[in-house]
């Protein structure tokens, strides 16, 4: 059972342009949701993160936007950088519980 | 600042050999770690977790074992590797059930 789905699988965008990632759950029990950044060869990075207390979390050019009534959520990149194409993963998890899920993630590629 | 090494960094083993791969955390006092698995182009798969030295829990059965021997170090084993173990084993470092840190990861091929 897939309990985070992310789209698009993958993603191209121009250098400048806005990027949107997507990402939904199923478990209403799911209360953090972090994004992960991988380049290829490397361990995830943890970009951003949001409690659903919140709507709204910003950190320079990420964003995420998240709505708990849908259980969707998403990760908007400005001004998009050729730095910024990797991979990005969503997860979820029920504070606590150490077994976040995640999702099967986005390829962003970012043209010059 | 904390830091997260993994070894070896990657390994070539035959099906049926033993694997010992390690991770060792510096500058965090009992941290939460935690085995992961990533499969070439795939996501991230739990393995283990352990809140504390000596005491290992299972997320899922792949035929591998892990031990917390001291507080900073945490390892990943079997004593009979399979093909389907080939990947990627990342090891990450908590201070509590949220946020995780990746370390830089060991890639596995098994021949």
């Known amino acids: 059972q897939q309990q985070v789905r992310q789209s698009p699988q993958s993603l191209t965008v121009w250098e400048g342009e806005t990027a949107i990632l997507n990402c939904s759950y199923e478990?209403?029990?799911?209360?953090?949701f972090p994004w992960y950044q991988q380049f290829p060869g490397e361990g995830p990075a943890l970009l951003i993160s949001?409690?659903?207390?919140?709507d709204k979390k910003e950190d320079g050019r990420f964003t995420i936007f998240f709505n708990k009534r849908e259980k969707k959520l998403s990760l908007h990149i400005t001004d998009s950088q050729p730095g910024d194409s990797a991979t990005y993963f969503c997860?979820?998890?029920?504070?606590?519980?150490?077994?976040?899920?995640f999702g099967k993630g986005t390829s962003l590629v970012v043209h010059p | 600042a904390q830091t997260i090494h993994q070894w070896p960094v990657a390994e070539i083993k035959a099906v049926g050999s033993p694997l010992s791969l390690g991770c060792t955390i510096k500058?965090?006092?009992?941290?939460?770690l935690y085995w992961y698995w990533q499969a070439t182009g795939g996501t991230l798969q739990q393995l283990f977790y352990?809140?504390?030295?000596?005491?290992v829990e299972s997320v899922v059965q792949l035929n591998l074992s892990a031990s917390r021997p001291k507080d900073d170090q945490f390892i990943l084993s079997t004593e009979k590797l399979l093909l389907s173990h080939s990947g990627f084993y990342l090891c990450?470092?908590?201070?509590?059930?949220?946020?995780?840190?990746f370390g830089p990861g060991t890639r596995l091929t098994v021949l």
């Open positions: 500058g965090k006092s009992s941290p939460n």
């Open positions: 997860a979820a998890t029920s504070g606590g519980n150490y077994k976040p899920t």
């Open positions: 990450a470092w908590g201070t509590g059930g949220d946020e995780q840190y």
């Open positions: 352990s809140i504390t030295v000596g005491q």
């Open positions: 949001i409690r659903s207390v919140s």
């Open positions: 478990d209403s029990t799911f209360n953090y």
